[in-house]
């Protein structure tokens, strides 16, 4: 099992075409170091494939910031709770089994 994202516009019915993502690797701290940047594709996935896969995806701590906001800008969606879309930053941990 490796590392993939795919996300969907529910609001809208479609992928989050164009969406860009930022995958950090984070430690103690906060502190967080930035691994890959991608845009998704058509489909709302990672044009390259897999963001790591099973060998290289390292025991630790991630997160993925969806940049929504500027997404919706770009598409000229206005929206009249704009400060919600603010980048969502889920978190998640890999451990060996």
């Known amino acids: 099992m490796g590392l993939?994202?795919?996300?969907?516009?529910?609001m809208h019915g479609c992928p989050a075409a164009g969406m860009h993502v930022k995958l950090y690797?984070?430690?103690q701290g906060e502190?967080?170091?930035?691994?890959?940047?991608?845009t998704l594709n058509d489909d709302g996935r990672n044009?390259?494939?897999m963001l790591f896969n099973h060998d290289q995806?390292?025991?630790?701590?991630?997160?993925?910031?969806f940049d929504v906001a500027?997404?919706?800008?770009?598409q000229r969606r206005h929206?009249?709770?704009a400060q919600f879309f603010e980048?969502?930053?889920p978190r998640f941990r890999h451990r060996p089994r």
């Open 25 to 27: 690797a984070t430690t």
């Open 79 to 81: 929206l009249a709770r």
């Open 70 to 74: 500027s997404l919706f800008q770009s």
């Open 31 to 38: 502190h967080a170091k930035l691994l890959k940047t991608i």
């Open 57 to 65: 995806l390292k025991v630790g701590t991630y997160k993925l910031v």
């Open 47 to 49: 044009p390259d494939g």
């Open 4 to 10: 993939s994202t795919h996300v969907l516009d529910t």
């Open 87 to 89: 980048p969502r930053a």
